[in-house]
């Protein structure tokens, strides 16, 4: 069974009730669709920067019945000094909680969700999929 992590803006769409991702969501079913513990560090810091804090706690909780979370473990820490020193020898910085994302997903093997695939996209070895315009990439 394929499993799909979903970046902290997929989540965010469907948070927000997005069609396209809720439709995709329940055509693959939640059993498959995991976070990782960077992007649920990244919606909490959304839910307190927010006027309606309880409120998005709840829906984060909520959320989270749903889904499981991958941790950063040793594996995956070493996965993101090997992308990051890779990137920076080929002026191709890009944010470290991506890099750490990208780390957790390939170090589960898993296939990562983003909308924000100009990033991604520079990080060799990684299959990710924007559900938003329905493509995937595989290296």
Same mark, same amino acid.
């Given at each position: ?14 948070? +927000? ?43 984060? +909780?909520?959320?989270?019945?749903? $889904? ?14 090997? $992308? ?22 390939? +170090? ?32």
């Amino acid at each position: 069974m394929k499993r799909y992590v979903l970046d902290t803006d997929i989540c965010i769409y469907w948070l +927000n009730g997005v069609q396209k991702i809720r439709e995709k969501v329940e055509q693959i079913g939640t059993s498959s669709l995991r976070i990782t513990v960077i992007t649920l560090a990244e919606l909490k810091y959304g839910d307190y920067r927010s006027g309606k804090i309880e409120c998005n706690i709840r829906n984060i +909780n909520k959320f989270l019945r749903k $889904i499981r979370v991958f941790p950063l473990d040793r594996n995956a820490a070493d996965k993101f000094g090997e $992308i990051k020193a890779e990137l920076g020898k080929k002026g191709e910085v890009i944010g470290d909680f991506d890099i750490l994302i990208a780390a957790i997903t390939m +170090n589960c093997k898993s296939i990562l969700i983003t909308n924000n695939t100009e990033h991604f996209k520079r990080i060799p070895g990684l299959y990710y999929e924007n559900w938003l315009e329905i493509q995937s990439i595989q290296p």
